[in-house]
């Protein structure tokens, strides 16, 4: 269900079309993952700085105060590193939230979009859902 | 009031020569006369253009040479049937396999342009793909080529256009979006033009006789990513995503 924002979104893209390239670099982003957006605050386990995207997860606790590990997906390093997101804002141990898009798949994985760190600043870890074409330009 | 007179006209003088300046200004070219395409460059993603919409950059300018307009792919009608049987998780890329010619121009990575009389080499960051292609004015392809990913490429110079021919394909990689496929048969005919406000207008023609019914031009607009250098994209490290989208299926 497209909603008239994403819609405009998408038409916005269409006119980008001849520039517009997979956000994800070399997958689907709308094949792998819901477009609706979630918010996960937890603690950092573990750092993939890796390609072709990094993950990164974190112990979040739900309301019945059962603590899962989500897995966090974003860019590839190098693109993270180009936007000013680098290794270092990733430090184990420490509190972020998280807002995301859950995959269609898995009850603990998402495609990470905005991250708010400790000091409360923000950086782009992956795209927004819609953000683009999938993996082609068609 | 004499002073105040000559300031006007030192503006005017500078304001006309800049005009001029910009009008005109000369693309670099190398020692033999040829336009300079050396450098790094990038066709779009996140790293060149900023997050969409919400970019503190200056939106980058209009070019002053766009390239041609995307059309939907023209296959024939048992090729469009086909093509409507792939999804998104039969992507070759997401294997981490080579993207081919003319998909490899538009992923949103930079690549390196490096330039000789002799030859032009690509080495691109996405997929690790290289191409090194001879500058052969006959453009004349070896004769013992196996269909490969990347195809057999070569080049020649029409006037200040490179002009890159790509054959030798195998049928495994897309041409651009989800089903795209082609046969062994694809020919690519690439053009490189350097442009005034130092862009590159990359056009691709592609003709596939056994899938397409006429031509197909697709076409991206390069440019120079600041402070970028290609670096290592090892893809198959930490791929996750064949797996969970083909758990899917």
Redesign the interface.
Known sequence: MKTPKLRA?LA??AG?????????????F???YDSKEVTLTGVITKV?W????I?FYIDVKDASGTVVNWAV?G??P??LK??GFTRDDLKVGDTVTVTAYR????AD?VAGREVTFPGGGKK?AG??AG???????? | MTIHLARILTIAVLSACLGLAQDSKPIPRTANGKPDLSGVWQ?????L?????LSKRPAAPPPVN??P??E??PYQSWAETKSKTF???D?P??A?LLPGVP?IT????PFEIVQTPKEIVIAY???HAFRIIPINDKLQHPNDLVPTWMGDSVARWDGDTLVVDVTGFNDKT?L?????FHSEDLHVVERFKLNSDDTITYTATVTDPKVLTKPWT????LRR?AN?RV????????????A??H??K
């Open positions: 979104l916005a893209y980008l079309i001849l520039t517009a390239v997979p956000v994800l670099a070399h997958h689907s709308a094949a792998e993939e890796t390609n072709p995207h993950y997906e860019y590839p190098n693109t180009r936007t995959a269609k798949d898995s994985r782009f795209p927004a953000g683009g074409p999938p993996s082609g330009y068609k | 066709g779009g993603g996140v790293s253009y900023g997050e969409p919409g766009p390239p307009k995307r939907p792919v999804t998104a998780t992507d890329t997401l981490c998909r538009s992923m949103p990575m960051e996405s997929f897309w651009s979006g989800t089903g795209s697709t076409g991206a607009l990513p970028t670096e290592e994209y090892e893809c198959i490290e930490n791929n996750q995503d064949a969970h989208m758990l899917k």
